[in-house]
Each structure stands twice: as C-alpha cells, then as structure tokens.
C-alpha cells in the first residue's frame, strides 16, 4: 500500500513516522520550504529563540507532553495572576465586582446548555453588560482565535465539555520547533517541499494528485492534513468534489486570521505576579512569556482587529504595541525599553490562510463530518478535526493522526 500525505504539519509528520514504524510506503508533500506548520520556531542572536506560532503545553497526559519527556526537555507551569485592562486601569478581578461578575460568567459557559449563539450576544442579553466590558469580551473569544460575534457559545460549551486533558498548561524551556524536528528527521526522505498540489482525483482504483506545475503523484490512498483555511480557499480542487456534507463542515467550523506580536524589553517592568494582560483596545490579550531568556510580552491579535496591523513596519508596529502598553499601565516603560519586536500573521501566511479552528453557532457535529473518510480513499486530519475537545492544539492535531493511521492500518 502507498499513501500520499499532503501537509508536513505536525499531524503529517507524525503520521508519516507511524507509517513508517509499520513498513508501509509513504510520501509527505508539503506545500513551504519547511515542516512543522504552525509550530514555527524564530531563532535570533544565536542564542535566543521566540515562538511565532504554537506555544503553549496542554495536558500533562498527551502526546505532545509525550514527546517532549522523550526528548528530555522540561516544561514550566502557566503561574501567575490575569490583569485586567478596564476603564483605562490595570486591575485584577476580585478588586472590581463587576469585572468579577464577567469573568465568572465567562468560565461558567463551559456549563452552558441554551440557545446557540453567539458570544456577543450572549453578553449582550446579561442585565449588567456595558460596553466597559466588550474588550474583556473580545480577550476571551481571542483565546479560541475569534472574536465574539463569531464564537457560538453552546458549540463551545460542547467541546470544552469533551476536553479530557486537565486544566494545566505549560511553557516549553526549549524551542516548539524540536517537537517537529523530532519526527520530521524521523521521516525526512520521505518529506518533498515546495509541493503545491492543487488537484486530487480519487474516483478511479487509486487517487492522483497533482501539484501546481502539473506533476503527479500515484498512490492508494491520500491523507489530507492541510490547514483549515486552505480547505476554505478551496485552494485544492476535488474529483470528485467532495460530498456536500464534508464541503458544509469545512463551511461551518470556524477559522480566522491571526497574528501574534512579540515584544522584547531589556528589563521586566511589569507586576512580578502578571501572566496575562486581558483587554487591551488594539490587542486584546497580552502574554508574559516565561520560557524565553529576556523579559517578553507576547500580544495575540485575532479577527478584525488584525486589519490594523497589516501593511506596518517593524517601527509602526513596535510603536502601537507600545502605545498600548503605556496606555494600559500609564507610563512609558513600554517605549523606553522595549529591544526587538517579532510578529507573524497567519492569515497572510499563503500555506495556512488562518490561525486555528474555532467552534460557531454552526458547527455542531461538524469535527466528525470533517474527519470522516471518503471512500475509503482519502482521510482528513488536523486540529480542526479534532473531536476530543482538544481541537486547536498540537497534541489534539496528533490525536488525529493516530486515529488515520488506526482507520489505515487496522480496518
């Protein structure tokens, strides 16, 4: 049997090793000139490192957890107090009541069993609402890589009801990027880059692909590990087209554009205590990044809110993070420390064409649509195909992997 991997993200990656353990012929076509997908490691000074995209460790008992024991590495829990940036102040929830009183609300919708819709929504209804709060809101949604108008609160309760991994979440102390350099070396004859496919034909006795200068591939089945936004684009032409039920899911789950921008100081000027910033006007989420050598602030910007970063230098960009930060804290350490500034859009980014998959109000059910096979020809994974609850991360996006290769191997 031969099987054809389309992506060189984590999930095809580890696919590939798994097919390679049991002997079966394989090969990865991967669209960049890199593995890893969004697990993207920039390296600076020789001796730094920042994460341009996945960063954060779930669940002490996954694969990624797993993988990183195996590569001796050694993680570093998320300690620490959440600011909250509420009527031009910096205050932690239990000081003002009724950012207490959202804050609440937003961990209890993980219980939440009403009428779909939407999460500005949802807050909109509440009694106590303001616009003071919108910005928390946005903070929340901006986790899940939304914003709130997009964010369907009972598919969102659903999934977090399906999470299995615990509450605990890490740094790494070493770089994402030896995660999928693990299992890329582990396959590396196997990987060919700069392969766009654009076409796949499945209705014959095998399914060709075919990248964009018109070459193609043979093999018996083909695995579909290529990120949401791709699908979306419809970047990747079907023959047949897929079933109406597959193109709905791909519809129907959410993903929207992102960028993350870190920031570098000379010194650590903030709260000793701080691990996140909620609520900013430009960027709604500000992360202290712990694992890296030199005091850092990572700010997450998802949504609409990335229309205002694009098309801007490094100096623009360092100085509206900047602006921001000295307003939230009311000084200007922000401006008069601040060294290096990194960012990355993922929306731009012509490989992914989005960040990562979230739940609307309509897409109940659509990770199973999505994941299902075709014709026992072609399979799909991902995080987006996730239906463990654990969409959206590495480890979730690995869980997929295995499921392909248990569906290819033991069925």
Same mark, same amino acid.
């Given at each position: 049997? $031969?099987? %054809?991997?389309? !992506?060189?993200? /984590?999930?095809?990656?580890? *696919?590939?090793?798994?097919?390679? $353990?049991? %002997? /079966?012929? +394989?090969e990865i076509f991967e669209a960049s000139d890199r593995s890893g997908g969004r697990i993207n490691t920039w390296h600076y000074n020789n001796e730094h490192f920042v994460e341009l995209g996945a960063e954060v460790v779930y669940a002490p008992k996954s694969l990624l957890i797993k993988t990183l024991k195996k590569l001796g590495d050694s993680i570093e829990p998320l300690n620490g107090e959440n600011y909250y940036a509420y009527q031009q102040q910096l205050v932690k929830r239990q000081d003002v009541p009724i950012v207490e009183r959202l804050i609440q609300d937003l961990y209890d919708l993980e219980d939440y069993t009403g009428e779909e819709m939407s999460l500005f929504a949802? +807050?909109?209804?509440?009694?106590?609402?303001?616009?003071?709060? *919108? %910005?928390?809101v946005e903070a929340y949604a901006c986790e899940y890589g939304t914003t709130a108008e997009k964010l369907g609160v009972k598919n969102l309760a659903m999934e977090e009801s399906a999470w299995s991994g615990g509450d605990e979440e890490y740094f790494s102390l070493l770089p994402m990027q030896r995660v999928s350099d693990y299992y890329k070396n582990k396959v590396k004859d196997k990987i060919r880059y700069n392969k766009v496919i654009k076409h796949i034909s499945y209705s014959g006795d095998n399914v060709q692909i075919t990248d964009d200068q018109g070459n193609e591939y043979v093999s018996d089945k083909a695995i579909i590990s290529v990120n949401l936004g791709i699908l979306k684009a419809g970047d990747i032409n079907f023959d047949p =087209?897929?079933?109406?039920?597959? $193109?709905?899911? /791909? $519809? %129907?789950? !959410? /993903?929207? =554009?992102?960028?993350? =921008?870190?920031?570098?100081?000379s010194e650590k000027w903030w709260p000793y205590d701080l691990l996140t910033i909620e609520g900013g006007k430009s960027c709604y989420e500000f992360l202290a990044t712990k694992s890296y050598n030199l005091p850092t602030l990572t700010g997450f910007v998802m949504g609409d809110k990335v229309k205002i970063f694009q098309g801007m230098n490094d100096k623009q960009l360092r100085d509206l993070m900047c602006t921001e930060l000295n307003n939230i804290f009311g000084h200007n350490k922000a401006s008069e420390t601040m060294t290096h500034v990194f960012s990355k859009n993922w929306g731009d980014d012509i490989y992914h064409k989005g960040a990562y998959s979230f739940p609307t109000p309509d897409s109940a059910g659509m990770r199973n649509i999505l994941a299902e096979p075709v014709g026992d020809k072609l399979f799909f994974m991902g995080e987006a195909c996730n239906i463990n609850g654990h969409a959206a991360t590495i480890h979730g996006a690995m869980e997929t992997a295995e499921t392909v290769f248990k569906n290819l191997v033991y069925k």
């Open positions: 049997m $031969k099987i %054809n991997i389309i !992506g060189a993200g /984590i999930s095809g990656l580890y *696919t590939g090793y798994l097919l390679s $353990k049991a %002997n /079966i012929d +394989f949802y +807050f909109q209804q509440q009694e106590y609402y303001s616009s003071d709060l *919108t %910005n928390l =087209v897929l079933p109406n039920k597959k $193109k709905q899911a /791909i $519809k %129907n789950i !959410g /993903i929207d =554009v992102g960028m993350k =921008v870190i920031l570098i100081f």
